[in-house]
């Protein structure tokens, strides 16, 4: 999977909604479907759903919309990630986010994100915004 680039839930959702806010580097991957999402995204959705400022509402039927449907390649939750947050620092206490930088550092994958906080981590990154 090291030559596709794995899309933190932000820039997932920006790429939907919000494009233009996307570098247009960024913009030429997702229009070359050289990207993966992680069920972690999924996770961080269902979880988010109750709260006021949630970015999607019904988060089954958007995934299948979105992700499942346009056959975007999805990146399952491996043991092997799950073992590698024991690696990590407690820079990060999102753990959403620290399921991607595990996922990213076990799947040697690049990580587009516009958390300045996981260039911390020593996983390859990309800024997700201009």
């Given at each position: 999977?090291?030559?596709?680039?794995?899309?933190?839930?932000?820039?997932?959702?920006?790429?939907?909604?919000?494009?233009?806010?996307?570098?247009?580097?960024?913009?030429?991957?997702?229009?070359?479907?050289?990207?993966?999402?992680?069920?972690?995204?999924?996770?961080?959705?269902?979880?988010?759903?109750?709260?006021?400022?949630?970015?999607?509402?019904?988060?089954?039927?958007?995934?299948?919309?979105?992700?499942?449907?346009?056959q975007t390649v999805?990146?399952?939750?491996?043991?092997?990630?799950?073992?590698?947050?024991?690696?990590?620092?407690?820079?990060?206490?999102?753990?959403?986010?620290?399921?991607?930088?595990?996922?990213?550092?076990?799947?040697?994958?690049?990580?587009?994100?516009?958390?300045?906080?996981?260039?911390?981590?020593?996983?390859?990154?990309?800024?997700?915004?201009?």
């Amino acid at each position: 999977m090291s030559d596709l680039y794995l899309l933190d839930t932000h820039v997932l959702l920006w790429a939907l909604d919000e494009p233009k806010r996307l570098a247009r580097e960024v913009r030429a991957l997702l229009e070359e479907n050289r990207y993966a999402v992680s069920v972690a995204t999924l996770w961080e959705l269902v979880n988010k759903k109750e709260k006021a400022a949630a970015p999607v509402r019904d988060p089954a039927a958007w995934w299948e919309r979105y992700v499942v449907q346009r056959q975007t390649v999805i990146l399952p939750i491996r043991a092997a990630h799950v073992l590698y947050l024991d690696r990590l620092p407690l820079l990060h206490r999102d753990p959403f986010d620290r399921m991607l930088i595990a996922q990213a550092a076990v799947e040697e994958m690049t990580l587009i994100t516009a958390d300045e906080q996981i260039q911390a981590y020593g996983v390859r990154t990309r800024k997700a915004e201009r």
